[in-house]
């Protein structure tokens, strides 16, 4: 009976949420810290800085950290790392409203971004963003990323997959398919917190083939402590806990995996 909800009620469920949240008005602190340092909806700080957002809305009530730079402060130098390299391909699996998709776009000229989302409004604001940064030719955008389309998908040259896809990486990400991406990286967050099994299974499909760094995420908490950023310095320390919020239920994971052979090389 739980295999059968865990296939479809749970993942419906979790579609709703999300349809939701995209649509949810923007909270009076993220209105405020806005108009006091973002009224142009233009990227502050870090590794996409100078993106552009046409609207005051973001998946998971994230918009504040996008604008400042904070989001995912953690992958900072895995980012940087990615930023550096040459891809010909990068399949952003979960784009949501284009962050990741855009801001690599932009971030790696040479790459072609194939991004993928299940929900209708994020597709479409995804696309309107790839315009809005002047990157709408590098970026295609299409529904669904299952495990036959990743195993079957004409990398040209040295690619990447980014994952986001809340638990469906344990089915996206099997032996199978990392094993044709064996020459490529690969960035997924693990959501261990939906199924504590992901991780575990994860470990074994690439423990062939690749390489894993991990990555933990930090607490709200400790974000509001030591998080230092100019433009929140005329906030207090619980408004600066709202806004740089990511929202997590726990202490997660990403894996960077990367080609075994590159590090024996």
Excluded at 95 to 107: F, H
Excluded at 133 to 153: E, K, M, P, Q, Y
Aim: aromatic residues 8%; charged residues 25%; contains cysteine.
């Amino acid at each position: 009976m739980w295999r059968v909800l865990d296939a479809t009620v749970l993942p419906a469920a979790r579609y709703a949420d999300r349809e939701r949240r995209l649509s949810a008005p923007a909270s009076p602190d993220t209105e405020r810290a806005i108009a006091a340092f973002c009224p142009d909806l233009t990227v502050r700080n870090g590794v996409f800085k100078g993106l552009r957002y046409l609207e005051q809305r973001s998946f998971e009530n994230t918009l504040v950290p996008k604008l400042l730079g904070s989001y995912e402060q953690e992958l900072r130098h895995v980012l940087e790392r990615i930023c550096l390299t040459n891809y010909s391909e990068i399949l952003n699996i979960g784009c949501a409203e284009g962050y990741y998709a855009v801001g690599l776009a932009m971030r790696i000229p040479g790459a072609r971004v194939h991004a993928f989302d299940t929900s209708e409004a994020a597709r479409r604001a995804c696309g309107e963003m790839a315009r809005q940064n002047g990157v709408s030719a590098r970026v295609t955008i299409g529904s669904t990323c299952d495990v036959d389309a990743l195993c079957a998908f004409p990398f040209t040259g040295r690619g990447l997959a980014l994952s986001d896809c809340e638990g469906a990486e344990k089915d996206l990400f099997t032996s199978d398919a990392v094993r044709t991406l064996a020459r490529h990286d690969i960035l997924v967050e693990v959501h261990d917190c939906i199924d504590i099994e992901i991780s575990t299974q994860l470990r074994s499909a690439f423990a062939a083939t690749h390489d894993i760094e991990v990555v933990r995420s930090v607490d709200d908490i400790t974000k509001a402590h030591e998080y230092s950023y100019p433009e929140l310095e005329a906030f207090d320390l619980a408004t600066r806990r709202r806004l740089l919020a990511e929202h997590r239920p726990t202490v997660m994971e990403w894996f960077f995996a990367t080609p075994r052979r590159e590090r024996s090389a």
